[in-house]
């Protein structure tokens, strides 16, 4: 079954998405939002090599951009990659906290990464920055 068929059909349609996206990130490349939206579609499209890529280099540009760690940790649970998602949430928390912003996205979807692993003890110390 290809990517295609897999994501029910309409390959030309996904074309055109990956065409916007690409296009948007040709005229800002330093945009870590349009990386994310991008490596999210690519993940959709089981692409993830290049999705990996994506999400790497929006971190590469501000690596404390929760959408992009909250995304990339979904990516890399899917992927049984457990402890690079620790690592991305506790790098968003602590970066986000020294920086004076708000974490909570990141330890709200932390918390419930280690509750779904059974870490409960865990999960209870990162419910507060």
Known sequence: MSVNEK???????KEGEVLIWTRALASRPRDP???CGYSTLLVRLGRTAEAVEGFERALAIDPHHMATICN???????QGKNDLVCELYERAIRGNVA???SPVTAMSN??????????FDRAVKHDTP
């Open 7 to 13: 994501n029910g059909g309409g390959g030309e349609e």
């Open 33 to 35: 939002q349009l990386w």
């Open 72 to 78: 990339y940790a979904v990516f890399m649970e899917q």
């Open 99 to 101: 920086a004076d912003i």
């Open 110 to 119: 932390y918390g419930h990464f280690l509750c779904r692993r059974g870490d």
